[in-house]
């Protein structure tokens, strides 16, 4: 399955290093592979595989492949060091790809000894544009398949919903199992998995983590802990409050989404709008990653609790206001204040429902799949 980042990583490759992090399963193994078809003599390498990590430790691999792929090799100790001795030392004209998740995303955060050595990437779920344009169907019919199925590409292309919800039992198994592990110890995995079952319920309302500590007698710094893992794993995402002083409004509460949409226990409008956030952050990471854009996605809410739902932004300022509705078609009483607020904001209301595309009050008040398959990504 040809995904959106695949050009941008082929062409990427001729210039630098690229590091391409993202959620386990999401499809980045199956993205090197198809990019080692345009490279001669390719070489998959992966630390979890006895022989490759054997290679990898002697740097033993094939130095006229032209593609060298490096999977998993954040698991290696010392690993960092190691690889900038792998980055400046391979040969030139070899195009070099590292793939990771978890603790690679924590040092493409951080990793200042790779600083203008190679270009990163974040590979995200499928989204409505992407299932329009591999499976040939409507806006409308690809946002469905999406929230029944998740963007996952294994539950996606399962023949039927069975096999994906078999696929998820046993992905979020594993994910608690294994990789949550590697953060923490093992007598906490039993209060993790409890604290993931109620994130499943809170999605789209602000997070208190005050509160769900009282509900688990844990710390709520425990609990902040336990939140910065499942980040760091790519199982959820946090969207803060928008505020031109990023400080102040990293401070305030955040709403938590989860990447993979089938993890969300809610109603329909709730899993509407988790699908929105997901893609929503897929295209400010697009936009970061490709273009170096200021991007980022927020949402807003005043102290009365009035509240937007999410607010995409570009260099500290407000681009877009968007409301996810299931069916009401009238327009948003706090998507309209904020609106006239900001006038030079686009204000766009999604409505899965919707009987009739309107503007009005400054709103656009559209079809959310349309919306969402026009999206960059």
């Given at each position: ?124 779920p499928i989204s409505v544009r992407e299932w329009c344009a591999q499976q040939g169907v409507d806006p409308a019919t690809a946002l469905d398949h999406l929230l029944e199925r998740g963007g996952f590409p294994e539950p996606c292309l399962a023949a039927d919903s069975v096999q994906a919800d078999r696929w998820r039992a046993q992905y979020f198994t594993d994910l608690i199992r294994e990789d949550v592990l590697e ?195």
């Amino acid at each position: 399955m040809k995904r959106y980042l695949d050009d941008l990583l082929l062409n990427d490759l001729a210039a630098k290093a690229v590091v391409l992090t993202g959620p386990r399963q999401v499809g980045k193994t199956t993205l090197s592979r198809q990019l080692m078809q345009s490279f001669d003599r390719a070489q998959y390498l992966n630390w979890d595989v006895a022989a490759d990590r054997a290679v990898l430790q002697r740097q033993s691999w094939n130095p006229r492949a032209g593609l060298l792929v490096m999977d998993e090799i954040h698991k290696m100790s010392g690993w960092k060091a190691w690889l900038k001795g792998v980055v400046d030392g391979h040969r030139v004209g070899q195009a070099l790809l590292v793939t990771g998740s978890a603790r690679m995303e924590t040092f493409r955060q951080a990793g200042d000894s790779l600083a203008g050595r190679y270009f990163a990437f974040r590979l995200h779920p499928i989204s409505v544009r992407e299932w329009c344009a591999q499976q040939g169907v409507d806006p409308a019919t690809a946002l469905d398949h999406l929230l029944e199925r998740g963007g996952f590409p294994e539950p996606c292309l399962a023949a039927d919903s069975v096999q994906a919800d078999r696929w998820r039992a046993q992905y979020f198994t594993d994910l608690i199992r294994e990789d949550v592990l590697e953060f923490s110890r093992l007598h906490e995995i039993n209060t993790m998995r409890l604290f993931v079952e109620l994130l499943r319920e809170r999605v789209g309302s602000p997070l208190s983590l005050a509160s769900i500590a009282r509900d688990l007698a844990v710390a709520p710094a425990t609990l902040k802990r336990y939140l910065d893992i499942l980040q760091a794993l790519f199982v959820v995402f946090t969207v803060h409050p928008w505020h031109r002083n990023v400080g102040r409004a990293i401070l305030q509460t955040p709403k938590v989404y989860f990447f993979d949409g089938g993890l969300v226990r809610g109603d329909s409008g709730v899993r509407l709008e988790n699908a929105v956030a997901t893609m929503l952050l897929k295209q400010a990471h697009f936009w970061q990653d490709s273009a170096g854009r200021e991007a980022g996605l927020h949402y807003i809410r005043t102290k009365d609790g009035t509240e937007v739902d999410f607010a995409l932004s570009e260099a500290g300022e407000l681009r877009q206001l968007i409301e996810c509705k299931w069916g009401d078609h009238r327009p948003h009483r706090a998507l309209a204040r904020f609106a006239e607020r900001f006038p030079d904001t686009e204000a766009v209301q999604l409505v899965y429902n919707l009987r009739q595309e309107e503007f009005r009050h400054g709103i656009t008040i559209t079809d959310a799949a349309g919306w969402l398959a026009r999206l960059a990504t």
